[in-house]
């Protein structure tokens, strides 16, 4: 029996493959290494790559973030404390950490990421996290966005493409910035150089970890620093900002009094992309359980249009769309022109109609809710016994209506794709969505041609009854 190994320990700790010299005392120390020529990986694009002739600042790691030198400093110190000696083999354990980090905890198989695009007819690039911290996804429609590069550091994703609908060439970055300050020094001078050396439109968005001016910071210290280098960056890149609606700050941290917040989230594009979408919208949408808002870039037609008015042949058997009518049918009086007299007064019953649909559809909605909830709640304590004879009743309504309501969205479905119900078999609503979809595309009016010109003229509105 080995007594420096009485429970043959050494193959599961070292491994089978290792050969291990043992010495008169102290630590085991391995003798040999397999012949194998094992390079560092790195996605630091900054810290590794050229960019205009001149070698980016090396990165350092947030404070904050669980990365890999860390990772191998630890697993180092788990080695001496077993008896293993792994300071001379810092490369092979670098890579075994990376490789287990890539595959535990951001392995682009072990997510559906059509769950959160929605469908399946995307594609994607990814930076994978560093321990809980970081880690980058881009998606998009190929239909409307063709990839012919990516670019990825592990503080950002550059996909750049052309858009389908155009050909315009576009560069998005995805970017999630360090916490210390000559960190993001380092992050804005790579992305100075990747910016100068690619062409077509940008757009820049992300957490930056930094903000603009001290009004974007409550209860929280402004670093005027970081603020100015920052606003050195977007200046000699000419980027825009685009006013955020929806909330005034992004992310929100602490508890009960000590709240938090900041809005370091943002969206920046270019000169040529801000001139092209003058009219876009950053909104920054409900935080719910995250402590980041996400943000959504709209791009508003400049050529838009009001909604045109459509009426629903259901409306004549909702309550209240016959009074509406008589009602400002009877109530408008005008003087003029037949033509004029008519036309305004179908106007105005037009609005009448309107208000009535807003308030109906509002309504509807609430009673859906309330109908839901009934129901569920008879139906539970239809588990544990029968339902007595008021609370049969109210079930009994509670579907008559709830089917009712449901009749009426699928006979405005019916109506949209004008294709007739029986031909169907069912109530499919996404069978009527995919012929409402086909219905605006070959309707679309996209110009006019005048005295033999093509040229586009918008409609203020189209009044339809």
Known sequence: MDMDDPFGLDPLILGSGVNVQRGTSGPLEFDALSSDNHQQHSDNICSNKKLNGSVQAEDQFDEADNNIQEEVDETTQMGIRLGAQLSDFQTLVTEAVEIERAQSVSKEGSFDFSRVWGRNDFQMDMVVSSGRSGGLVNLWNPKKFTKTSVLKDKNF??????????GSFLNVVNIYAPQKMVQKRALWDCLRGVISSKLGMWILLGDFNVVRFPEERRNSNFNHLSASDFNCFIDEVSLQEYHMRGNKFTYLTGKDKGFKMSKIDSILVCQAFFNRWPLACVRALPRNLSDHCPIMLSLVD???????????NSWLDREGCVYTVTKAFDNYSFEGPADVVITKKLNFIRNALRDWWKDTIKKEGEDLVILKDDIERLEKIL?????EEEEMWVWEESKKELDQLHWYKHRDLVQKSRARWASVGDDNSAYFHRFINGRKASNAILGLMVDGEWGIRVLAEIFLI
């Open 383 to 387: 588990e544990d016994r029968d339902l």
């Open 302 to 312: 400049s050529n838009y249009v009001a909604k045109p008015f459509r009426w629903f």
């Open 157 to 166: 994703i550059v996909n750049s493409g052309i858009l389908v609908e155009d």
